[in-house]
């Protein structure tokens, strides 16, 4: 058994999902998602489409996926509350600890944890079983052997087509530091799509250096169902109907032994060409350095003849369809068609183009239509009775509707088998195919206008019995419950060498193998953490393992690594990464220590504030994890520096820190540290970039730390996220 889930932004792009025949749909509501651009549904509308798509057998999901903030805890449990009620099938939840309150509450609502969650390893998917989720839908990175075994644990949903985020799930934090806007919240514009230069021999011209080709697994959807994997799930909430009906029909195709068409996928959306993502390796496809945006499907080459632009093809595109065109591998303009010319098309265009570009077809007006054409139907085997003294009865599907009154024998005209037939063929505005089994009458009289109305009942009554709601109903208590605000006075650390700092809690963050370790924690009197990164495969978590044996604890910013310190009977700091953002989440969570989310306001992060949280107060502020090489995986010429830079067009400069694990990974930090005045709530000061973390820790004021971060932000300190 498997399942095809399809993004649905809008209600056009849901009928064209359900219409190409997928098995399940996803999508937002008008709060709380993680697309907030996107078309999304309010309630009713929400409950409207449940009951279409249920009347085909197709399950709906409803994301819930964002972080939520203590202000709005109230809305947001009513609001699953009504949406579980409306039909949802299943909530796709981000903050594990919500999900976890909820099941506690309202235990027959079902959940699935978002990628946002981060699920990379087994541990992840230990975790999320427990916390009473029916689904994991794994990290984008993920890779395929632990995917196996995640599959072994909870059932399992994996990307196999759409956009990549080029940080690591649920960890991106550039667009809220560069405007406010952010992802964990829905808002995200897309830093990750803008060019960037990095100071590195073949890297250091403008391109779009973070901006990753559009997943495209195609035929490897057939291991992952070997692997057990149960829900392939198309991204895509805003992109185009015509796009989600392609992609349905691609995977459908392949899954069922035929050849999928991937032409009609590449003319609806493509960017870079397609990669096969992470979980089966990074290809050299996987970043879409020269073109952004959609690249569509190669059509031909450019000639210019007398002045006109010649497209040689053996493609016949028509009125309406459009082009990009490439120079020199970068995009050079678009157009569109003109007429057709011996050996291929005109494209007309404002853009000056010269012989040997290259051109790409984007928008095929024809596809498009013959996309949006497809109409599903609900076939109906259909059994009529009427019979005199007997009440009229049709049978639908193995499921009797009768009439109110015994049918009487007709005086004159009476009623005809072929007239019955002719009838029930009208389905009003209902999906319905009907086909005829028995259809029996004895001569008995029924007026047309009595005829019409109890067929227009009868497909009423079906149809409500199909698509009606089937949940139980389920009401999540309020949480009201409130703890004063307590101050934490302690100082945590993050940095590369723990010998000689002074502080209550000290997070060593160095590059594995952990040959030395001991070498730079020996002089530290404090509590000894070790940060383990927020993606690590299954293989990895082992050699963290045996270098935390010398800790009190571990750090982390990723859910897995609760469970690992569980499993290793250490301490727990979750880190930054768990995006705490309400009184709830930060009681469910139950860690020794607690860094709030970096995206709070200080009176945001005061009001959760208890004696085991943190705040960051100072130092670097890391924004995304790279779990791929930006430089393409060209080792050979690699000068394997620790810290290069990432400059955007705007002459901003981004540290970019590799590090190793099995092998490179990198961490991007923004453009500007942090100095606060700091907050009720512990001190965490990230000094991951500097070597000068003691003297760092020692500083008391805003002051002071200011004459080690020259450029320096407040962050979200006094101006929050949106």
């Given at each position: 058994?498997?399942?095809?889930?399809?993004?649905?932004?809008?209600?056009?792009?849901?009928?064209?999902?359900?219409?190409?025949?997928?098995?399940?749909?996803?999508?937002?509501?008008?709060?709380?998602?993680?697309?907030?651009?996107?078309?999304?549904?309010?309630?009713?509308?929400?409950?409207?489409?449940?009951?279409?798509?249920?009347?085909?057998?197709?399950?709906?999901?409803?994301?819930?996926?964002?972080?939520?903030?203590?202000?709005?805890?109230?809305?947001?449990?009513?609001?699953?509350?009504?949406?579980?009620?409306?039909?949802?099938?299943?909530?796709?939840?981000?903050?594990?600890?919500?999900?976890?309150?909820?099941?506690?509450?309202?235990?027959?609502?079902?959940?699935?944890?978002?990628?946002?969650?981060?699920?990379?390893?087994?541990?992840?998917?230990?975790?999320?079983?427990?916390?009473?989720?029916?689904?994991?839908?794994?990290?984008?990175?993920?890779?395929?052997?632990?995917?196996?075994?995640?599959?072994?644990?909870?059932?399992?949903?994996?990307?196999?087509?759409?956009?990549?985020?080029?940080?690591?799930?649920?960890?991106?934090?550039?667009?809220?530091?560069?405007?406010?806007?952010?992802?964990?919240?829905?808002?995200?514009?897309?830093?990750?799509?803008?060019?960037?230069?990095?100071?590195?021999?073949?890297?250091?011209?403008?391109?779009?250096?973070?901006?990753?080709?559009?997943?495209?697994?195609?035929?490897?959807?057939?291991?992952?169902?070997?692997?057990?994997?149960?829900?392939?799930?198309?991204?895509?909430?805003?992109?185009?109907?015509?796009?989600?009906?392609?992609?349905?029909?691609?995977?459908?195709?392949?899954?069922?032994?035929?050849?999928?068409?991937?032409?009609?996928?590449?003319?609806?959306?493509?960017?870079?060409?397609?990669?096969?993502?992470?979980?089966?390796?990074?290809?050299?496809?996987?970043?879409?350095?020269?073109?952004?945006?959609h690249i569509g499907e190669f059509a031909g080459i450019i000639k210019v003849v007398n002045g006109e632009y010649i497209c040689q093809s053996v493609l016949k595109p028509?009125?309406?369809?459009?082009?990009?065109?490439?120079?020199?591998?970068?995009?050079?303009?678009?157009?569109?068609?003109?007429?057709?010319?011996?050996?291929?098309?005109?494209?007309?265009?404002?853009?000056?183009?010269?012989?040997?570009?290259?051109?790409?077809?984007?928008?095929?007006?024809?596809?498009?239509?013959?996309?949006?054409?497809?109409?599903?139907?609900?076939?109906?085997?259909?059994?009529?009775?009427?019979?005199?003294?007997?009440?009229?009865?049709?049978?639908?599907?193995?499921?009797?509707?009768?009439?109110?009154?015994?049918?009487?024998?007709?005086?004159?005209?009476?009623?005809?088998?072929?007239?019955?037939?002719?009838?029930?063929?009208?389905?009003?505005?209902?999906?319905?195919?009907?086909?005829?089994?028995?259809?029996?009458?004895?001569?008995?009289?029924?007026?047309?206008?009595?005829?019409?109305?109890?067929?227009?009942?009868?497909?009423?009554?079906?149809?409500?019995?199909?698509?009606?709601?089937?949940?139980?109903?389920?009401?999540?208590?309020?949480?009201?419950?409130n703890f004063p605000a307590t101050e934490n006075n302690k100082t945590a650390v993050i940095c590369g060498n723990l010998n000689g700092l002074k502080a209550d809690i000290?997070?060593l963050k160095c590059d594995c193998p952990f040959d030395g370790v001991g070498t730079l924690t020996d002089n530290f009197d404090g509590e000894k953490f070790l940060y383990?990164?927020?993606?690590?495969?299954?293989?990895?978590?082992?050699?963290?393992?045996?270098?935390?044996?010398?800790?009190?604890?571990?750090?982390?910013?990723?859910?897995?690594?609760?469970?690992?310190?569980?499993?290793?009977?250490?301490?727990?700091?979750?880190?930054?990464?768990?995006?705490?953002?309400?009184?709830?989440?930060?009681?469910?969570?139950?860690?020794?220590?607690?860094?709030?989310?970096?995206?709070?306001?200080?009176?945001?992060?005061?009001?959760?504030?208890?004696?085991?949280?943190?705040?960051?107060?100072?130092?670097?502020?890391?924004?995304?994890?790279?779990?791929?090489?930006?430089?393409?995986?060209?080792?050979?010429?690699?000068?394997?520096?620790?810290?290069?830079?990432?400059?955007?067009?705007?002459?901003?400069?981004?540290?970019?820190?590799?590090?190793?694990?099995?092998?490179?990974?990198?961490?991007?930090?923004?453009?500007?540290?942090?100095?606060?005045?700091?907050?009720?709530?512990?001190?965490?000061?990230?000094?991951?970039?500097?070597?000068?973390?003691?003297?760092?820790?020692?500083?008391?004021?805003?002051?002071?730390?200011?004459?080690?971060?020259?450029?320096?932000?407040?962050?979200?300190?006094?101006?929050?996220?949106?």
């Amino acid at each position: 058994m498997y399942e095809i889930l399809a993004p649905a932004g809008n209600e056009n792009s849901a009928l064209a999902a359900i219409n190409a025949g997928t098995d399940a749909i996803y999508l937002g509501m008008n709060k709380f998602s993680a697309r907030s651009s996107a078309g999304n549904f309010d309630v009713a509308a929400f409950e409207k489409i449940c009951g279409y798509a249920h009347a085909f057998g197709v399950k709906v999901y409803a994301a819930l996926n964002t972080v939520v903030k203590d202000n709005e805890l109230t809305e947001f449990l009513t609001l699953a509350s009504e949406v579980w009620n409306a039909g949802a099938d299943a909530l796709i939840l981000q903050d594990l600890f919500l999900g976890k309150y909820i099941k506690q509450n309202a235990p027959q609502i079902s959940l699935h944890l978002s990628t946002q969650a981060g699920v990379c390893n087994v541990y992840g998917a230990q975790l999320a079983k427990s916390a009473g989720f029916e689904r994991v839908i794994t990290a984008r990175e993920t890779k395929f052997e632990d995917i196996v075994e995640i599959a072994k644990i909870i059932e399992t949903e994996v990307f196999v087509q759409g956009a990549l985020c080029t940080c690591f799930s649920g960890q991106c934090y550039m667009s809220s530091f560069a405007g406010g806007n952010s992802g964990n919240r829905g808002k995200c514009k897309q830093p990750c799509r803008k060019k960037y230069s990095i100071d590195r021999a073949d890297f250091d011209d403008a391109a779009y250096r973070l901006s990753l080709s559009d997943l495209c697994v195609g035929t490897n959807i057939k291991k992952l169902m070997e692997a057990g994997v149960y829900s392939f799930k198309i991204e895509g909430r805003m992109r185009r109907p015509e796009y989600v009906s392609a992609a349905v029909g691609y995977y459908k195709n392949i899954l069922e032994g035929a050849d999928g068409d991937i032409s009609a996928l590449k003319r609806t959306y493509n960017r870079g060409n397609y990669t096969g993502g992470l979980a089966f390796g990074q290809d050299k496809k996987f970043i879409s350095s020269a073109v952004q945006g959609h690249i569509g499907e190669f059509a031909g080459i450019i000639k210019v003849v007398n002045g006109e632009y010649i497209c040689q093809s053996v493609l016949k595109p028509g009125h309406g369809d459009g082009f990009k065109i490439l120079s020199g591998g970068k995009e050079a303009g678009g157009g569109i068609y003109g007429k057709a010319v011996n050996g291929g098309f005109t494209v007309l265009t404002k853009d000056r183009l010269k012989n040997g570009d290259k051109v790409f077809i984007t928008t095929d007006t024809e596809l498009n239509g013959r996309l949006l054409a497809h109409q599903r139907s609900i076939p109906l085997k259909i059994d009529l009775d009427f019979s005199a003294g007997k009440p009229a009865c049709a049978e639908i599907n193995g499921r009797a509707f009768y009439g109110e009154l015994p049918l009487e024998k007709a005086k004159t005209s009476s009623l005809t088998e072929e007239q019955l037939i002719r009838c029930f063929e009208k389905t009003d505005v209902y999906p319905f195919a009907p086909c005829f089994g028995t259809v029996k009458t004895d001569g008995v009289f029924v007026a047309s206008s009595v005829l019409n109305a109890f067929r227009r009942k009868v497909y009423a009554d079906y149809y409500r019995e199909i698509s009606e709601c089937k949940n139980p109903s389920s009401s999540i208590r309020a949480y009201n419950e409130n703890f004063p605000a307590t101050e934490n006075n302690k100082t945590a650390v993050i940095c590369g060498n723990l010998n000689g700092l002074k502080a209550d809690i000290g997070i060593l963050k160095c590059d594995c193998p952990f040959d030395g370790v001991g070498t730079l924690t020996d002089n530290f009197d404090g509590e000894k953490f070790l940060y383990i990164p927020p993606y690590l495969t299954g293989v990895e978590t082992e050699i963290f393992e045996k270098a935390a044996c010398l800790f009190d604890g571990v750090y982390c910013d990723s859910y897995f690594g609760r469970k690992l310190a569980e499993k290793l009977g250490k301490k727990f700091f979750a880190g930054a990464g768990f995006n705490i953002t309400n009184r709830l989440s930060l009681s469910v969570c139950k860690a020794d220590y607690v860094c709030l989310s970096k995206e709070l306001t200080r009176s945001e992060a005061e009001e959760l504030s208890r004696e085991n949280t943190f705040y960051l107060t100072a130092g670097n502020i890391k924004v995304m994890d790279l779990i791929y090489c930006p430089f393409e995986k060209k080792c050979a010429s690699c000068d394997r520096r620790k810290i290069y830079t990432l400059t955007d067009e705007n002459g901003r400069k981004f540290p970019l820190r590799r590090y190793e694990v099995t092998g490179c990974r990198f961490e991007v930090y923004n453009c500007a540290d942090l100095v606060t005045d700091g907050c009720a709530a512990g001190r965490l000061l990230d000094c991951t970039l500097t070597d000068n973390a003691a003297e760092i820790a020692a500083c008391r004021t805003r002051a002071e730390l200011e004459k080690f971060y020259k450029n320096h932000t407040r962050g979200h300190y006094s101006n929050g996220i949106l």
